[in-house]
């Protein structure tokens, strides 16, 4: 027999939004059950080094989140190692089913399972995943002061990363597979103009080479597209830029989602197409990224949340 568990506040995902949000639930006394997900912890707990968490000049990404679990735990949020594999958002209260077996109903639902970085799917890229590879100019640009680094992207993404990296880096490259970039005009002007970026056409990453004592990257073999042709370029850090996927799967056909898949949310809320569902952190997320603002939306989503159910009661 399944166990069935209830509560007022279902929130889904465990990264900085998700576990702000168990802390506010909580306060709020909504007694609010957090299922981690496939990842407890989000993208963070990839991350060494985070320099950019207020309060905090340097963390480990993994001590973070550690911490963000503890925090919500001891407000008094449920937390729960289990993934969600159906969420059921047609009439209230909502239903999901976890692959424990368990199946969780709840009043109101906060959604915050996050996004992906897009990879090649390279062995050697994820051989140096935290060791000179990295797919977040932000988190890890500051590491490769006065050093040549490359790009791999040609969309906003990959322009955006390549000029922040310039006030760290000696030389960026900018590695395409075509002769033409997808970004933005302005961007592409700016990059144009900046000295310290060399794109480099009609080529893709073939290989991440580096040392294994200590572990780091020297260089990257690129592919010509149209010949073949291997070329080696020595550098310390390769930034994977070819976008971010929202870990939308549970409702990508049933709430509006827009720029890829990330869901929609009213202007100035958290609130979902679906009254009682609201979505904070990555999942609808496509500008920012940070862990700063994924926090911030999810104390929004309980407020939110706590607002609903007080409306609904009423």
Not at 71 to 90: E, N, P, Q, R, Y
Not at 148 to 155: A, K, N, Q, T
């Amino acid at each position: 027999m399944t166990d069935t568990r209830h509560t007022k506040v279902l929130i889904i995902g465990s990264g900085p939004a998700g576990y702000t949000a168990g802390v506010y639930a909580s306060r709020a006394m909504l007694n609010p059950l957090l299922v981690q997900g496939i990842e407890p912890g989000g993208q963070l707990t990839t991350t060494t080094e985070v320099e950019n968490w207020p309060g905090d000049t340097e963390v480990q990404g993994p001590d973070l989140m550690v911490r963000m679990e503890a925090h919500a735990k001891a407000m008094g949020c449920d937390i729960v190692g289990d993934i969600i594999t159906d969420l059921d958002l047609s009439q209230r209260p909502f239903t999901a089913k976890g692959d424990s077996g368990t199946t969780y109903t709840a009043d109101a639902v906060i959604l915050a399972t996050g996004a992906r970085a897009k990879w090649l799917g390279l062995p050697s890229e994820e051989k140096f995943k935290g060791f000179g590879v990295s797919a977040c100019a932000t988190c890890d640009g500051f590491f490769y002061r006065g050093q040549e680094i490359v790009v791999i992207g040609g969309g906003n993404t990959a322009v955006e990363e390549a000029l922040f990296l310039t006030n760290f880096a000696s030389k960026v490259t900018l590695i395409h597979r075509r002769d033409e970039l997808r970004a933005e005009k302005i961007l592409i002007d700016r990059l144009e103009k900046n000295d310290k970026i060399e794109p480099l056409w009609f080529h893709e990453l073939a290989e991440v080479v580096g040392d294994s004592d200590p572990m780091g990257v020297t260089g990257v073999k690129v592919k010509h597209t149209k010949t073949g042709e291997i070329t080696e370029i020595p550098c310390k850090g390769v930034f994977v830029a070819i976008g971010h996927a929202p870990a939308n799967e549970l409702v990508k056909d049933v709430l509006d989602t827009h720029m890829g898949g990330y869901v929609v949310t009213k202007p100035d809320s958290t609130e979902t197409s679906i009254p009682g569902v609201f979505a904070a952190g990555d999942l609808t997320d496509h500008k920012y990224r940070q862990a700063v603002t994924s926090a911030g939306m999810g104390c929004m989503a309980a407020l939110d949340a706590e607002r609903f159910l007080a409306e609904d009661a009423g």
